[in-house]
C-alpha cells in the first residue's frame, strides 16, 4: 500500500500490485478491493506494461537516431519537438483499450475468484462521482479512459454468466472499516 491521498492502483513490472491509502480508504467492501485487484492482475496476465516498455524503447531508439540526424541540422526544432512529443505519448503509459480490456477480464477474474462481478462498475461509479473535486484523481484521470466510458464499455460485454455472479459475496464485508 502507498501511504497517499491519491486515488489509484497499478501493477508494477514484475506483477506487484500497488494500491494507494486513497483508492482504499474509498472502497466500502471486499468486493470492490478485489475488482481493483483483479483489473491490475489482467493488466499482468496480457503483459500491457510490458509491451509498453517495449514500445518505448524502441520509440527510444528511434528519437536517438532521429536526433543524431538532427543535430546535424539546428533549425529543424519542429521535427525535434514532434519526437519529444511522440515520447511523451508513449510515456503516458497504456492505451484505453488495455484499460478496457483489463476491466472486462478483471471482472471475470473477480467473478471466478467468487466475488461481486459488478462490483467494478460500482468502483468506477464512486469514482465518477467524485469527479474532479480534487486533485486526488488528477493521475488516473490521466492515464485512464473516464469512468463512464469504462462503465459503457463494461456494460456492452457483460455476458449471462457474469450477471449471474453479480451477488455480494460472503466475504464483501471484510474489508477493514476501521480508522475510515
Known amino acids: 500500500m502507498i501511504e497517499t491521498s491519491s486515488i489509484n492502483a497499478f501493477a508494477a513490472p514484475g506483477g506487484m500490485i500497488l494500491i494507494t491509502t486513497g483508492l482504499y480508504e474509498l472502497l466500502d467492501s471486499e468486493d470492490e478491493l478485489a475488482a481493483v485487484l483483479a483489473h491490475e492482475i489482467a493488466h499482468v496476465n496480457k503483459?500491457?506494461?510490458?509491451?509498453?516498455?517495449?514500445?518505448?524503447k524502441m520509440v527510444e531508439m528511434g528519437s536517438?537516431?532521429?536526433?543524431?540526424?538532427?543535430?546535424?541540422?539546428?533549425?529543424?526544432?519542429?521535427?525535434?519537438?514532434?519526437?519529444?512529443m511522440g515520447a511523451e505519448l508513449i510515456a503516458r503509459g497504456l492505451d484505453k483499450d488495455s484499460e478496457f480490456e483489463a476491466?472486462?477480464?478483471?471482472?471475470?477474474?473477480?467473478?471466478?475468484a467468487g466475488y461481486d462481478s459488478s462490483a467494478m462498475l460500482s468502483v468506477l461509479s464512486k469514482l465518477q462521482k467524485?469527479?474532479?473535486?480534487?486533485?486526488?484523481?488528477?493521475?488516473?484521470?490521466?492515464?485512464?479512459?473516464?469512468?463512464?466510458?469504462?462503465?459503457?464499455?463494461?456494460?456492452?460485454?457483460?455476458?449471462?454468466?457474469?450477471?449471474?455472479?453479480?451477488?455480494?459475496?460472503?466475504?464483501?464485508?471484510?474489508?477493514?472499516?476501521?480508522?475510515k
Do not use: C, W
Open 130 to 179: 467524485k469527479g474532479g473535486s480534487d486533485g486526488s484523481l488528477q493521475l488516473l484521470f490521466k492515464t485512464h479512459p473516464s469512468p463512464s466510458d469504462r462503465m459503457t464499455k463494461l456494460s456492452s460485454v457483460l455476458s449471462p454468466e457474469l450477471e449471474a455472479a453479480a451477488v455480494v459475496s460472503s466475504a464483501s464485508s471484510r474489508i477493514l472499516t476501521e480508522g
Open 103 to 112: 476491466d472486462r477480464d478483471g471482472m471475470v477474474l473477480a467473478a471466478r
Open 47 to 56: 503483459q500491457h506494461h510490458y509491451k509498453v516498455i517495449k514500445q518505448q
Open 64 to 84: 536517438n537516431l532521429f536526433q543524431k540526424e538532427l543535430s546535424k541540422d539546428k533549425e529543424n526544432a519542429i521535427a525535434k519537438k514532434m519526437v519529444g
